[in-house]
């Protein structure tokens, strides 16, 4: 397997916690934003709602970044957003999709520097590398990215997989954690 193409999926998640960041303050175009029921004191109860959301990131005047959620639930006074149903695009700067990803769900914390995203979480990259777990987190302190759920890494006819996966956010230093396994068969043809 081409280790050396996994930082640009890496990068790419952390692109997409970050755009959860801007989605913590801010509704995207063409959202129906609703004001929560703040009376009710028997649940939590989310300061503001979006459905349909539709954010497009730029930086530099270029697109890099076009997330859709179903729905969006800022909690202001727990410094919290959570998002459902996440469909991900990643641009370079020619406009060229990079990767996708997907996830059932997203979580902020803005304050403390806390990104994650969950359920059925599969990052797809340029050349076709895929990323799969249920849970990926960033903690922007560490500057770590880590889960210890299962991870399958599948790039042609390789796939790698472990329990646990911890990095940095350039997977310059990536580490699997438990029960690493997997069939390398790149690697095995370029011995030969």
């Known amino acids: 397997m081409n280790l050396k193409k996994l930082p640009i999926i890496l990068i790419l998640v952390l692109a997409i916690l970050s755009a959860l960041v801007l989605i913590y303050g801010c ?18 109860q989310p300061d503001q709602i979006t459905t349909n959301a539709h954010i497009i990131l730029y930086s530099g005047g270029h697109q890099t970044t076009d997330l859709l959620a179903d729905t969006i639930w800022q909690f202001t006074k727990y410094d919290s957003a959570v998002a459902e149903n996440l469909f991900v695009e990643f641009f370079d700067t020619a406009g060229t999709r990079i990767s996708t990803l997907t996830s059932e769900h997203g979580y902020i914390r803005q304050d403390d520097n806390f990104l994650a995203v969950s359920g059925s979480v599969v990052v797809i990259g340029k050349d076709s590398v895929r990323l799969e777990t249920e849970y990926l987190e960033w ?24 329990y646990g996966f911890q990095s940095d956010p350039q997977l310059r230093d990536i580490i699997f954690k438990h029960r690493v396994s997997g069939r390398l068969t790149e690697v095995e043809k370029g011995k030969k």
């Open 139 to 162: 903690d922007g302190d560490k500057d770590s990215v880590v889960t210890d759920s299962f991870v399958t890494i599948i790039e042609k006819s390789d796939t790698l997989m472990s």
């Open 27 to 44: 509704g995207g175009e063409g959202t129906n934003n609703e004001s929560a029921d703040t009376s009710q004191t028997d649940g939590l």
